[in-house]
Every structure is written in C-alpha cells, then in structure tokens.
C-alpha cells in the first residue's frame, strides 16, 4: 500500500511539474534554456531492502554505477543508461580454476553484482548559466543479478534475487564551462527492493 501511495505520489508530481512548464512565463526563461546532450558516469550508494539483503546474504547497500547519455530541449530532459550494482556480499565462496590458455589453477573468490538498463524523462528549472535543478523519473529494469566468479566459464553461480524498478531523482546540475557538469542527485525507489541513495555524475556536455 505504500509503495502504491508512493507512485500515486509519482504520478502527481509529473503531471503538476508539467503544468507548472506550460504556465511559466517563457521569457523569463529564455536567457537559460538551451538544447545540449550530456554522456555522464554516475557513482553512489543505494540503500536496499534490510530482510531481501538478508535472505539474499547480502549487505544493505550496495555501490551503484551508471554509464548514461541525456539529452535537453528547452526545459524537457531525457535519458537512458545502464546500470550496475556492487553488492557487498556476505556469503562468498571459492572454487578452483585453470586458466584456458597457461593451464595453471588456481583457487578464486566469488564476486556479487547486478547489471540493468534504464530510462527517464524529467523537467529541468535553471537559475542562472550555472546552475539548475532538474525532477527525474524513470524506470531501472534489472537484467542479471548474481554470485559467481569473474571471467570464468561453467564455473558455479547463484541468483541474488533483488530487483530495482520505478524511481524519482531530484538533482542539483552545476554546469562548469560549455562541455564540463556535475551533478548532485538523491535517488529514491517506488518499486522493486532498491530503497534510497545519493549519486555524484560528471558529464560531458555538448551540443
């Protein structure tokens, strides 16, 4: 019920920020709006849910890695990525391998993450040339995520069973020069058993 209280919530925020970028006076505005695409890298810790990590031996948060391209017209933001999760994992195993071309073997540890793609719209406010502040929301579709050893055929491996899904992030942009940005973001999730998170992206602007 919450988490549907949560995407009602969502749905709101959307549709008022789209009517707030209709009734805003353009020419207030016309000095900052601008059309540029962006390729950022994103890094930052998302909370996960405490009994999902704990059945899955897993530690309640994880590091998050996004890899992305965003594009602006005007006020309209949007963008898509992939995604990708350290897990700080609990239950770690061993095994023994060769190395396919040496024959050496030799005992490895197993490693926990998750690898998704994403995608996002949102609205973008600026307040001078340097700074503004942008409303995302989007949709975070996880595609593996697993134990196992790295790099290594028919070794033995383990499903971890967490997944993300439905997502807001308000953010903080700060525009260096014309090609060079960051980003401060807090990323919070509807849906899946990702709770929350801070994110720092640096991006390349151009246009």
């Known amino acids: 019920m919450q ?3 949560q995407q009602c919530l969502f749905a709101t925020s959307l549709l008022a920020l789209s009517s707030v970028a209709q009734a805003e006076d353009a020419g207030s505005q016309d000095s900052y709006q601008h059309q540029q695409s962006v390729m950022y890298f994103s890094v930052g810790s998302i909370g996960i849910d405490k009994t999902v990590a704990f059945f899955e031996g897993i530690g309640d948060s994880a590091t998050s890695i996004r890899f992305g391209y965003e594009d602006q017209t005007g006020n309209f933001v949007w963008g898509v990525g992939v995604s990708g999760l350290l897990y700080d994992d609990e239950e770690k195993f061993s095994q023994q391998v060769e190395n396919s071309w040496s024959g050496k073997q030799s005992s490895e540890s197993s490693d926990a993450d998750a690898f998704g793609v994403y995608g996002e719209i949102g609205y973008r406010h600026a307040f001078n040339e340097t700074i503004s502040a942008t409303f995302m929301g989007g949709y975070d579709f996880t595609i593996t995520s697993e134990r196992g050893i790295s790099n290594c055929s028919n070794c033995y491996s383990e499903d971890i069973d967490v997944s993300a899904g439905l997502y807001v992030a308000p953010r903080l942009d700060i525009q260096f020069n014309e090609s060079f ?13 990702l709770s929350s998170g801070l994110m720092v992206t640096f991006g390349y602007s151009y246009y």
């Open 181 to 193: 940005l960051m980003q401060l973001s807090y990323q919070n999730y509807l849906s899946g058993d």
């Open 3 to 5: 988490k549907l209280t």
